[in-house]
């Protein structure tokens, strides 16, 4: 997602390592730190919620674990279910973000618009909409009803709802890894191929596919290690008959109080992902020879291939994408139209009769405004620290060459990388023994690392179209550099800033994975909320609620619109 520069270093050496130091320096607090807390807790030989952190170290979490039939056969389970959700999202994907990269400029923003919504509507708001989707009285059984198919009773609670939400949830991060490289393929390796006779659809095969492999092995990393991870999707898709590794962190840090067996757990999960993860580079390395001077092997294929392709290609393309964008967008829409429904529980999917009940109990009951606030207070500091570590990281990154800032730009994208599961366990043994930080700024150090990578990447862009002309014509008037920096740097990083600072807000607002760790009976933020009216009381009020993030996340996205335009939000 972050890239480096290769452009020539600066006359002052030591200001890219000084602009590197705020976001590195937070990282190695607020992520490693609590990394390094997981690592020394697995290593306890027995659970003592109010013991040392430093133990003599012992592997009996880790025996207990591979001696337990049931624990190794949830492991096993979760892994081939993150394995399958990453392959539904390769395949809903891939044609999407080939849509969005086809797609007229000035349509572009609209489809990004798809995208983004999902993306930063509250995953709680999401798996409730796959509820409403695959409930017996739901809208596929009503359809097929429609056609006298009869009703499959049994879509829920099944490791195929909980599949198809965690792709639903984790799609648009493959297809933006995938749209970051298919948008800057040169038109003219297009041309060429269809001079040698290549249809639209082969040239997918033989151009799109091969170049596009550096960010297919970025989604297919990313969308394994968040999927096998995942514990609220498949908490409420589950409905405790599908156990996910997610969830027994959850219940044994949470509920049994067992933090040593969650944390190995936790690193169970990430070495089993780390493991994968280079499973992928290799393979990719192996299908990308010519990125290593070797010749390639996707230059040819044979003739009865090319004719099954050019038969069947567009059908299956354009099924699969109307496929992918109902399971994006259609969800969400039910959840707008559940909030209206005079129902008795949040799970019936039937429409029974219009009501305003449910937004009369929201916005004037008063049950959710201390979590809302609390949101919003949150999600505004959140936004305020990363755009102060994340702008000079992206003038490091954009300006400055020194020894180390590839590794640096590495370490920097890692909280997307490694399960969010760990990260909330660590730092939640971190506030048990730093009993004088409070939790509100716990939540704030992880959320803070949970959108720097994102607030990175956008800076980035902004910086590098930056005109360095009109610093260098100041400069020569005899402007100082903290001149220069308010009188003309800022007003051109305006725009990015702002896009930055609202997709940063909509994140934080929206985080329920590590939030739910760390909040307490005072400081429950509006997402964990919500899981927990729609993990237990069932009532649909949630559904209400859920719309209005959803109304607000859209407009919030009209705004950005109006300052970057949302597909050029991660243009490189």
Not at 146 to 165: D, E, K, S
Not at 336 to 359: C, D, E, M
Not at 364 to 387: C, M, P
Request: one cysteine or more.
């Amino acid at each position: 997602m972050i890239q480096t520069v290769t452009g020539t270093p600066t006359t002052r050496p030591l200001l890219g390592p000084i602009l590197a130091f705020p976001v590195t320096f937070w990282l190695l607090l607020t992520f490693v730190a609590p990394f390094a807390v997981l690592t020394l807790l697995s290593l306890h030989e027995y659970p003592d919620p109010f013991g040392p952190v430093l133990q003599p170290p012992s592997v009996a979490q880790f025996a207990s674990i591979f001696g337990d039939a049931f624990l190794v056969r949830i492991i096993i389970e979760t892994l081939l279910l993150g394995a399958g959700v990453t392959a539904l999202t390769v395949l809903l994907g891939y044609p999407l973000a080939l849509w969005l990269v086809r797609l007229p400029v000035k349509w572009r923003p609209l489809a990004f618009a798809v995208i983004l919504i999902p993306l930063l509507t509250n995953v709680v708001v999401r798996s409730l909409g796959i509820v409403l989707l695959l409930a017996p009285d739901g809208l596929i059984n009503q359809v097929l009803g429609l056609f006298g198919i009869p009703a499959f009773r049994q879509m829920l609670y099944t490791h195929g709802a909980v599949a198809l939400a965690l792709a639903q949830v984790f799609m648009p991060f493959m297809v933006l890894a995938l749209y970051d490289v298919l948008q800057g393929t040169s038109p003219r390796v297009h041309e060429a191929a269809e001079s040698l006779g290549a249809s639209r659809t082969v040239r997918v095969f033989l151009v799109d596919l091969p170049l596009s492999l550096p960010g297919l092995r970025a989604g297919i990393i990313i969308v394994f290690l968040m999927a096998s991870t995942a514990y609220v999707s498949a908490t409420l898709l589950g409905g405790k008959k599908v156990w996910t590794t997610g969830m027994l962190v959850w219940q044994e840090a949470l509920q049994n109080l067992n933090a040593p067996l969650a944390a190995a757990l936790a690193l169970v999960m990430t070495l089993a992902s780390t493991l994968f993860a280079l499973l992928v580079i290799w393979v990719t390395r192996r299908l990308t020879p010519w990125r290593h001077g070797a010749p390639s092997g996707f230059s040819t294929l044979p003739g009865w291939v090319i004719r099954v392709i050019d038969l069947f290609g567009p059908s299956i393309g354009k099924l699969l994408l109307a496929c992918s964008l109902m399971l994006l967008l259609l969800p969400l829409v039910l959840v707008l139209i559940q909030s209206f429904n005079h129902v008795p529980q949040a799970t019936v999917a039937g429409f029974r009769a219009f009501t305003l009940k449910w937004y009369e109990r929201v916005l004037f009951g008063g049950a959710y405004a201390a979590s809302f606030w609390i949101s919003v207070q949150l999600a505004a500091a959140t936004a305020v620290v990363a755009i102060a570590l994340a702008l000079p990281a992206a003038f490091a990154l954009s300006r400055h060459r020194f020894p180390g800032l590839t590794g640096l730009s590495a370490f920097w994208t890692l909280p997307l990388s490694l399960p969010h599961v760990a990260i909330g366990v660590g730092m939640l043994k971190l506030l048990q023994v730093f009993t004088a930080i409070p939790s509100f700024l716990g939540m704030l150090a992880v959320h803070v690392v949970l959108v720097l990578p994102f607030s990175i990447t956008l800076l980035q862009a902004s910086v590098e179209q930056l005109d360095k002309a009109q610093e260098d014509a100041a400069a020569s008037l005899g402007a100082s550099a903290p001149w220069r920096f308010f009188l003309i740097v800022m007003p051109g990083l305006a725009p990015g800033l702002l896009a930055a600072s609202i997709m940063s807000f909509l994140i934080s607002f929206g985080e329920v994975t590590v939030t739910s760790f760390l909040t307490t009976a005072r400081m429950t933020t509006l997402p964990v909320r919500i899981y927990a009216e729609a993990s237990f009381s069932l009532e649909p009020t949630v559904h209400a609620v859920s719309a209005i993030l959803i109304i607000g996340t859209v407009l919030l996205l009209m705004i950005l619109n109006r300052i970057v335009r949302l597909d050029r939000l991660y243009a490189r």
